[in-house]
């Protein structure tokens, strides 16, 4: 079993539309997080949870809403959103938020496409 | 400026050839270093940690130039499945914000 799961590998949407991205890891970590990776662009951050409180929401807009229920699982809910919204979406986890070493764990990622 | 650069290539390299590409940050600040590596619709995953002092791992070494504010990964004796994009990630510690580079492609040929 993977260490970071993520479901869907793939995202069709339409812009009226409401999808949820779930996110889980298996290896008792503290600190999950959301980054949205576009072509030839870095990493972005969006959100960071720290023992299941949001500690960091990097001027996300609100059609992005994450959810932290405990924390092994992350979801992202989206809804009404744009075609620049199209993009690679990872989630990670590490052991601790801000640890001086910190080393992140991927999922393989969800590619969305909205059209 | 951008907080982290890097060339984004391609880098064209035959099998069995050494390569080396750098990676500039501007934070002089910067505490902790890496280099991540990111198979073609991949995630990435962490390849190496960058000490002060340098490591090396196998093929794999980096090294960190603070007078200069680079980090540099080289390959020896390339292999094709070193194909993939090589990201550089720069901890700052002052808002425990990691800063993510866009990337090397490396391309290696048979």
């Known amino acids: 079993e993977t260490g970071v799961t993520q479901t869907p590998r793939h995202l069709v949407m339409g812009m009226t539309n409401k999808k949820s991205l779930k996110c889980e890891q298996h290896l008792g970590h503290n600190a999950m997080y959301w980054y949205k990776q576009s072509a030839k662009k870095p990493l972005e951050l969006m959100f960071v949870y720290s023992l299941e409180e949001r500690v960091e929401n990097n001027s996300v807009p609100s059609r992005f809403s994450p959810e932290c229920p405990n924390s092994s699982h992350l979801f992202l809910h989206l809804h009404t959103l744009q075609p620049e919204d199209s993009a690679l979406y990872l989630c990670a986890s590490s052991q601790d938020r801000g640890a001086t070493n910190e080393k992140l764990f991927f999922g393989s990622g969800t590619q969305l496409s909205v059209l | 400026r951008k907080e982290v650069e890097q060339d984004p290539g391609p880098f064209n390299v035959p099998e069995g050839a050494t390569v080396a590409f750098n990676c500039t940050y501007s934070n002089s600040a910067s505490q902790s270093f890496f280099w991540y590596r990111q198979d073609c619709r991949k995630e990435p995953k962490l390849l190496m940690s960058?000490?002060?002092?340098?490591n090396e791992d196998g093929r794999f070494t980096a090294q960190l130039n603070r007078a200069s504010q680079y980090i540099s990964l080289l390959i020896r004796d390339s292999k094709l499945s070193d194909s993939a994009t090589y990201l550089c990630v720069v901890n700052t510690l002052s808002n425990y914000q990691l800063i993510w580079g866009a990337g090397t492609k490396l391309i290696i040929k048979p």
């Open positions: 960058v000490y002060s002092s340098g």
